[in-house]
């Protein structure tokens, strides 16, 4: 499918006059004309990460279950039903074994309630289980039931994340997805505790629609608040001002539409600002229509010769281009924003930075080395923006109809 924007309307390529009569206003993603061989490239880069005994997070790591859950969520993503049903059983086991592993190895390291590894795995392990369609013959009532809390108020005060301290944002989305899947799944009655979460949350929003204290948009706010944001997607709140955060997101953009606070991109970044740029819904979708393709063309355009992206092509080496592609990158943004990259700016300088460690794995991977997670993260940004300029395209693509990362709200008509 070919997209071309004439001011504020959406038009299929069969609407559209030919290339060499458009107009200069007029924006072709031609590398959409490619996404399917952008999509075989990506599975083939998945299998080059398997072993005998699972996933690696990249064709070099080790074998991790993370890795594992981000290579069901990217065959998923992709439509590989088949793939999926054949390894099923196996797949199964291993999550269900390697979480219970990591859940008595994190209990000798304090409570499992504030161990962000046991809690990314836990939740990545859900989403999996749903993929695989074993959720519902075990839902992991004792892994979900020992993280509610008696008070979901005084947890998401005490955790920080009304506040918008780094890292609670995503404290916040894994309660809200446990309270869905206790209600959904367990039968437990969590609307009460829901409503909190919800109420709470919107009434500590600051003017930018995301949580804490700032006199200007900044990259932290939105990639950190972007998690109860999924929460808020999911169980459809209202009063959400999707369309005014979706304009303070906008902002943070870079030449190339990026939206890191280092040059180019971030999987995680890309992907959280145009959640919240297409989950506003079509009007923010047409505002910045522009942006949008932007994004989706620089991103394509990143492929790696593997099939895989990576975190990002322009932090290493510290070459003098890239070191100019940093300083323009820090001058072209204003007040917090332009204080953030310049901090990332020099920090990433520092040689401890070299390599990206992560609790995913051991092995530390290199800036422009494929990794499963940002393949996933970069594939999912391209089927988001896809589906927003279309929307019936949904059908070509795998989300998740399960609370939190790689949910698409258009789910819940198919219900």
């Not at 990545?124 to 892994?143: M, N, V």
Request: charged share 25%; net charge neutral.
């Amino acid at each position: 499918m070919l997209y071309s924007f004439n001011d504020k309307q959406i038009k299929s390529v069969s609407e559209v006059e030919p290339l060499n009569r458009r107009s200069k206003s007029n924006i072709v993603i031609e590398k959409f004309v490619n996404i399917h061989k952008t999509k075989i490239e990506y599975s083939r880069f998945i299998k080059s990460c398997r072993t005998e005994e699972g996933y690696g997070l990249t064709p070099r790591s080790e074998v991790s279950p993370y890795a594992l859950c981000f290579a069901i969520f990217g065959y998923n993503l992709l439509g590989h039903k088949q793939k999926i049903q054949e390894n099923k059983a196996h797949w199964d086991m291993l999550i269900r074994r390697e979480l219970e592993l990591k859940r008595e190895e994190r209990k000798y390291f304090g409570k499992l309630n504030r161990d962000k590894s046991y809690l990314q795995l836990l939740t990545f392990s859900l989403s999996a289980l749903f993929i695989l369609g074993t959720l519902k013959a075990d839902p992991l009532a004792e892994e979900v039931l020992e993280l509610i809390p008696d008070d979901v108020g005084t947890e998401l005060k005490q955790s920080g994340a009304l506040a918008g301290i780094a890292g609670t944002g995503n404290h916040a989305m894994f309660l809200g997805v446990f309270l869905i899947h206790a209600k959904s799944y367990l039968g437990i009655d969590t609307d009460e505790a829901l409503d909190t979460w919800s109420r709470l949350h919107l009434a500590s929003m600051n003017q930018f629609g995301f949580w804490g204290l700032s006199k200007s948009m900044s990259h932290l706010q939105f990639q950190n608040g972007y998690h109860q944001y999924e929460i808020m997607d999911y169980l459809q709140t209202e009063k959400v001002p999707w369309n005014k955060t979706a304009e303070n997101v906008a902002l943070l953009a870079d030449r190339e539409g990026h939206f890191a606070p280092y040059p180019g991109g971030g999987g995680c970044y890309d992907y959280d600002a145009t959640f919240i740029l297409t989950g506003a819904g079509s009007k923010s979708v047409v505002r910045h229509s522009d942006l949008l393709v932007l994004t989706a063309r620089t991103i394509l355009a990143e492929q790696g010769l593997d099939g895989g992206f990576s975190e990002s092509s322009y932090v290493r080496p510290r070459s003098v281009e890239n070191i100019l592609r940093s300083a323009r990158h820090v001058f072209s943004a204003h007040g917090q924003a332009r204080l953030e990259r310049l901090r990332h700016s020099l920090t990433l300088l520092r040689p401890k930075h070299n390599r990206i460690d992560t609790h995913w794995t051991e092995y530390s991977r290199r800036w422009g080395e494929s990794d499963l997670w940002d393949s996933w993260f970069r594939m999912q940004t391209i089927a988001r923006i896809d589906v927003a300029l279309d929307p019936e395209r949904i059908s070509e693509w795998g989300f998740i109809n399960y609370p939190g990362i790689g949910f698409h709200s258009a789910l819940h008509k198919k219900v």
